[in-house]
Nanobody
Framework: QVQLVESGGGLVQAGGSLRLSCACS?????????MRWFRQAAGKERELVAA????????YYTDSVKGRFTISRDNAKNTMYLQMNSLKPEDTAIYYC?????????????WGQGTQVTVSS
């Protein structure tokens, strides 16, 4: 069984930065395969923000975050990261870590509890 725990959310002004972390436990991280960050804003559907393959060689970003967000993973630390720069109010959402899935764009079965990111204008 895989447990995912997000951290690093908070309140930041527009233009600021945050770094989210997703710590994975309960199973060998390398076998968790693909990892993703999703987000869900109030009243909206959950959307895929970024995804990364096991080796980190394949990465996906949704268009709205390209050039501002960077996804990475440290398999030795069983942790995935999302560096978020130049944050905008429209980035405000609960951010969720996700693991598993057959492709980097396909949600896996494992979810974290979410961490709130609020960007003030």
């Amino acid at each position: 069984q895989v447990q995912l725990v997000e951290s690093g959310g908070g309140l930041v002004q527009a233009g600021g930065s945050l770094r989210l972390s997703c710590a994975c436990s309960g199973r060998t991280f390398s076998t968790t395969n693909r990892m993703r960050w999703f987000r869900q804003a109030a009243g909206k559907e959950r959307e895929l923000v970024a995804a990364i393959s096991v080796s980190g060689g394949i990465i996906y970003y949704t268009d709205s975050v390209k050039g501002r967000f960077t996804i990475s993973r440290d398999n030795a630390k069983n942790t995935m990261y999302l560096q978020m720069n130049s944050l905008k109010p429209e980035d405000t959402a609960i951010y969720y870590c996700n693991a598993g899935g057959l492709t980097i764009a396909t949600p896996g079965d494992y979810w974290g509890q979410g961490t709130q990111v609020t960007v003030s204008s």
